[in-house]
């Protein structure tokens, strides 16, 4: 039979992976823990129109990349593509916004139809922080600070922060003007997808990646100058407490980010270890949603993070430095106990032993092999256990078990295998 491979873009994590991505969320969880922010979890699939109205018609996610389809009772249903619009519809829908403001993360997989390549896949994952009925410039900052503080006690170094304003709907709509005016001078100087998003979703040439349109882009009029008094007084503000939490940023008038939803304070945070897929956390303020989604107005900002993206990062990281946080991370746990074991009835008194440490909490490998003793123990020292315990024909005859310390020079000692107590005594 011929085999069978997973989806383009689809990715498996491997054991050595997984252990990697539960370390990344334990310190991920425990962030949040202290910062008093919840879990909220969504379901995978949504009806369309919920992506359609939330991240907005014009952009690339809705048009392009939605995995959508009819189920069998003809519904509209796409696979989420990010996680912001099922957050705000979850918190409509169950009134939580009635019980004042919502501090939430979220963590799971999104889907995208895009071009596979490093960093950028069709399933991928994120981790991503929303906070509902919040509208200070501190409250900007405090989630900025909780994005970089996260990726910091990663070990992961190289970071930059970029911001930029992108002002209220009006703002946006007399900047829109201006931008549409000087670019439609300049039309046949543009690459095709610019020429096209020149009708649907200007403010998205900004974001193009073709470096003639970026070359063009330098002169054009920027967002910056065409905040009103008071957007431009709130971004300064978002400034000022950036830098009187010492965390270092750049102000990039050019970043607009993919979604429709946001306005004031936007924000990237790219790693020089990425190449072309270099963002590794997105976010910023979108006061619109939730009134757009059917609640009432409620002023909002969050992030979302790629796991990928960021574990890319850490194994980086962890190469460039074997003894720093990131290192650490990643490395695998050992258990606490080999259990080496070889002929019927020591297998037998082997199983029922590893159960019993096993219930009373102790990490034990069972060597289940059969193999002859002296491969047994290669394994048991290549595993890095500290204990070895070993049974063998004499020791189930006499009911006993040898302990084995495989990293000090102490002595050999013979237990009873009923002797439970005495075993977790030992083995400290
Ligand atoms: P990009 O410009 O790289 O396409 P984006 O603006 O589409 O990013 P967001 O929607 O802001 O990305 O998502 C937040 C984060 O999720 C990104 O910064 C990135 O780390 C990650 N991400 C987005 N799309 C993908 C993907 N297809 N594969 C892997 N990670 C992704
Ligand atoms: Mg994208």
Not at 116 to 138: D, K, N, T, Y
Not at 146 to 156: I, Q
Not at 270 to 279: N, V
């Amino acid at each position: 039979m011929s085999q069978l491979q997973s989806l383009r873009g689809m990715v498996d994590l491997r054991p050595e992976q997984t252990r990697r991505w539960q370390a990344v969320e334990a310190v991920a969880r425990e962030h949040f823990r202290r910062a008093g922010i919840e879990e909220i979890r969504t379901p995978l699939l949504e009806v369309t129109e919920l992506f359609a109205r939330g991240i907005g018609e014009g952009t690339d996610v809705v048009g392009k990349e939605m995995y959508s389809f009819l189920d069998r009772g003809e519904r509209a249903c796409t696979l989420r593509p990010e996680g912001t619009a099922s957050v705000v519809r979850a918190a409509v829908q169950h009134g939580l916004l009635s019980q004042g403001a919502q501090k939430l993360w979220y963590g799971g997989p999104m889907f995208r139809y895009e071009r596979p390549q490093a960093g950028r896949q069709r399933q991928f994952h994120q981790i991503g922080v929303e906070c509902l009925g919040v509208s200070s410039a501190r409250s900007d900052v405090e989630v900025i600070a909780l994005a970089w503080d996260l990726l910091a006690a990663l070990g992961v170094q190289g970071l930059e922060l970029e911001i930029n304003s992108l002002g209220t709907p009006n703002d946006r709509q007399r900047y829109r003007a201006q931008l549409v005016a000087w670019l439609e001078e300049r039309v046949d100087q543009l690459d095709s997808d610019s020429q096209e998003r020149l009708t649907t979703n200007p403010l998205r040439i900004l974001d193009s990646k073709n470096p003639t349109t970026q070359a063009l882009l330098a002169d054009a009029p920027t967002l910056l100058e065409a905040l009103s008094e008071e957007s431009a007084a709130r971004f300064a503000e978002v400034q000022a407490l950036l830098r009187q939490l010492a965390i270092p940023f750049q102000v990039n008038t050019r970043l607009v980010r993919g979604l429709d939803y946001y306005g004031h304070t936007a924000f990237e945070i790219t790693s020089d270890q990425l190449g072309a897929q270099a963002t590794v956390c997105g976010g910023g303020r979108y006061d619109g949603l939730v009134e757009q989604l059917g609640g009432s107005p409620t002023p909002a900002i969050g992030w979302a993070l790629g796991m990928e993206r960021l574990l890319l990062v850490l194994e980086a990281a962890a190469k460039a430095d074997p003894d720093g946080v990131a290192a650490r991370l990643t490395a695998q746990l050992p258990p606490t106990v080999y259990l080496v074991n070889r002929g019927e009835a020591a297998e037998a008194a082997a199983l029922g032993l590893a159960r019993s440490l096993r219930q009373a909490g102790v990490a034990v490998e069972l060597d289940g092999s059969g193999a002859a003793f002296g491969k047994q123990f290669k394994r048991a020292d290549r595993c890095g256990a500290p204990w070895a315990l070993v049974i063998g024909d004499q020791e189930a005859e006499q009911g006993c078990v040898r302990l084995k310390s495989l990293r000090a020079e102490a002595d050999e000692q013979t237990l009873a295998l009923d002797a439970i107590p005495a075993l977790l005594e030992a083995l400290g």
